[in-house]
């Protein structure tokens, strides 16, 4: 199971839509981890399965947090802002595992992250397609790709470019 995560690109519309468009075919779940800053009934929304609201939103239409059921678990999804993850991520964590999530991801920090917690929760920040506030450069996104024996996680630039150095790999 392949999964991509976006985030934080507040607005850039046509690069999230040329980005989603393409990886589409390829992947069985988009999610969106907020601020967008899209309308609610904007035709992108049509090719993504998850969508929570970002501070930058305007509490306006998505929910506070989303969870999604897949094959290979329960997806928790949440900015984060509300959670404090600009200091820890430790709320974050005790909530998906309180709602029995297998994968916890979230964005608001524009920093990409991701961890294997306790053998058992796949946390991942996909970055920010706007700007970054971390130690990596690059305006970014995340795939996780899901097999028997483990999860990968793999980060992309806005120009689709796979960063190598930033792919991890955990064990299931």
Same mark, same amino acid.
């Given at each position: 199971?392949?999964?991509?995560? /976006?985030? =934080?690109?507040?607005?850039?519309?046509?690069? %999230?839509?040329?980005? %989603?468009?393409?990886?589409?075919?390829?992947?069985?779940?988009?999610?969106? /981890?907020?601020?967008?800053?899209?309308?609610?009934?904007?035709?992108?929304?049509?090719?993504?399965?998850?969508?929570?609201?970002?501070?930058?939103?305007?509490?306006?239409?998505?929910?506070?947090?989303?969870?999604?059921?897949?094959?290979? $678990?329960?997806?928790?999804?949440?900015?984060?802002?509300?959670?404090?993850?600009?200091?820890?991520?430790?709320? %974050?964590?005790?909530?998906?595992?309180?709602?029995?999530?297998?994968?916890?991801?979230?964005?608001?920090?524009?920093?990409?992250?991701?961890? /294997?917690?306790?053998?058992?929760?796949?946390?991942?920040?996909? $970055?920010?397609?706007?700007?970054?506030?971390?130690?990596?450069?690059?305006?970014?996104?995340?795939?996780?790709?899901?097999?028997? =024996?483990?999860?990968?996680?793999?980060?992309?630039?806005?120009?689709?470019? /796979?960063?190598?150095?930033?792919?991890?790999?955990?064990?299931?």
């Amino acid at each position: 199971m392949k999964m991509m995560i /976006l985030s =934080d690109n507040h607005g850039r519309w046509k690069k %999230v839509y040329d980005i %989603v468009k393409e990886v589409r075919p390829t992947v069985d779940y988009i999610f969106h /981890l907020g601020d967008s800053e899209f309308e609610q009934d904007d035709s992108i929304w049509e090719l993504i399965d998850g969508a929570v609201e970002g501070n930058m939103d305007g509490n306006q239409y998505y929910p506070m947090e989303q969870i999604i059921d897949t094959p290979e $678990g329960k997806v928790y999804l949440v900015h984060g802002h509300v959670q404090s993850v600009n200091r820890t991520n430790s709320s %974050v964590i005790e909530l998906a595992k309180e709602r029995g999530a297998n994968f916890v991801f979230h964005g608001h920090t524009h920093q990409l992250k991701s961890e /294997l917690i306790d053998d058992e929760l796949l946390l991942v920040n996909p $970055g920010s397609l706007n700007n970054s506030r971390g130690i990596h450069p690059y305006k970014t996104y995340a795939i996780v790709n899901v097999t028997k =024996d483990e999860y990968e996680v793999t980060f992309y630039d806005e120009d689709m470019k /796979l960063l190598e150095e930033l792919t991890h790999t955990y064990p299931r």
